[in-house]
């Protein structure tokens, strides 16, 4: 079938069947599922928020996952207000010992580089001591605390228990999907391994919003090495691969400009009989990803019409198609 628009090729059943949805990955036989590790505090990026109310302030904590992949935070995660001076004071608050919070049934799984955020309230009195708070300490169970500034300091009573400091939300909040619009596609330089040449597509987060991405995209190799023109489809379909290993796949979160990658693999013609393989050259992709089209990009190389001689790995952070 020939088709061909604005660069990138239109979605077609009868090229790449069904696309991935987001969130979802095709498997290749059965996935080992895989307990996800605690989260340490360390391993995110975070920042503050601080509105002060009548009675008292408001402190938003943001924390953005720097580890990969999922981690699962822990309600044990202590929070206590810290002096401009290093010292800690008042009462540790966590969601082990706050009651009557709506917060996620756990485990709460924190998908890598996504954020969760901790609302924290303090009330004021007439009988407390006041002290002058700049940082939040929290401490994942088992780990050294994680320093927090505050976006401005605040006055925390420190007398009484934790009526005084109390934990009133936490959420997993995750960003839409990324969109065929926001994404750009480019092919990464190749590497050579046990008679298989890999490629590693690269998705770009070319918007201005960060989004999400996951899965296992589909690709078929076309006819054609210039864009808005017609493509023929060489061979079949690129089988998927690593569905069932950790960190391939799974659900990422793109600030603008970042990057992921599926590593697209080649195997040599020459590994098969020719009459097994039929070899044809190919001089495109037709990579289809979250459910909303296709990209063409030019990519030059030699498939068998046969069987399928080439495959692809699901998502992975970065540029080489390599979980890290």
Same mark, same amino acid.
């Given at each position: 079938m020939n088709f061909?628009?604005?660069?990138?090729?239109?979605?077609?059943?009868?090229?790449?069947?069904?696309?991935?949805?987001?969130?979802?990955?095709?498997?290749?036989?059965?996935?080992?599922?895989?307990?996800?590790?605690?989260c340490n505090a360390l391993h995110f990026?975070?920042?503050?928020?601080?509105?002060?109310?009548?009675?008292?302030?408001?402190?938003?904590?943001?924390?953005?996952?720097?580890?990969?992949?999922?981690?699962?935070?822990?309600g044990a995660t202590t929070y206590q207000f810290v002096a401009s001076s290093g010292v800690a004071f008042g009462s540790k608050v966590s969601l082990a010992t706050t009651k009557g919070l709506?917060?996620?049934?756990?485990?709460?799984?924190?998908?890598?580089?996504y954020q969760v955020v901790q609302n924290i309230q303090t009330e004021e009195?007439?009988?407390?001591?006041?002290?002058?708070?700049?940082?939040?300490?929290?401490?994942?169970?088992?780990?050294?605390?994680h320093l927090v500034k505050l976006s401005k300091s605040l006055s925390v009573?420190?007398?009484?228990?934790?009526?005084? !400091?109390?934990?009133?939300?936490?959420?997993?909040?995750?960003?839409?999907?990324?969109?065929?619009?926001?994404?750009k596609l480019t092919v990464g330089q190749s590497d050579g391994t046990a008679g298989t040449?890999?490629?590693?597509?690269?998705? !770009?987060?070319?918007?201005?919003?960060?989004?999400s991405v996951s899965g296992t995209p589909d690709v078929q190799p076309v006819t054609g090495s210039l864009a808005n023109v017609?493509?023929?489809l060489v061979g079949p379909q690129a089988t998927q691969r690593d569905t069932g290993s950790q960190g391939y796949g799974e659900s990422i979160r793109l600030a603008p400009g970042a990057t992921s990658s599926a590593a697209f693999g080649v195997v040599e013609t020459g590994n098969f009989t020719p009459s097994q393989c039929v070899a044809a050259n190919f001089e495109s992709l037709s990579v289809g990803f979250l459910g909303s089209g296709n990209w063409w990009?030019?990519?030059?190389?030699?498939?068998?019409?046969?069987?399928?001689?080439?495959?692809?790995?699901?998502?992975?952070?970065?540029t080489t198609g390599i979980a890290p």
């Open positions: 061909s628009f604005g660069g990138r090729i239109v979605a077609v059943a009868t090229l790449v069947g069904s696309l991935l949805l987001v969130g979802n990955v095709s498997s290749v036989g059965a996935a080992t599922a895989v307990t996800p590790p605690r990026d975070a920042n503050s928020s601080v509105t002060t109310r009548p009675g008292g302030a408001d402190v938003r904590l943001i924390f953005t996952s720097t580890y990969f992949p999922t981690c699962n935070w822990s709506a917060v996620p049934a756990q485990p709460w799984d924190v998908n890598d580089t009195g007439v009988l407390c001591t006041q002290r002058q708070a700049a940082a939040v300490a929290v401490t994942s169970p088992g780990s050294a605390p009573c420190v007398n009484g228990p934790t009526k005084w !400091t109390s934990l009133s939300s936490l959420s997993f909040p995750k960003p839409s999907a990324c969109t065929t619009t926001s994404l040449i890999f490629y590693p597509l690269i998705f !770009t987060n070319d918007g201005t919003s960060a989004c017609a493509h023929i990009v030019p990519l030059a190389s030699t498939t068998c019409t046969k069987l399928a001689s080439t495959n692809i790995s699901g998502i992975v952070p970065g």
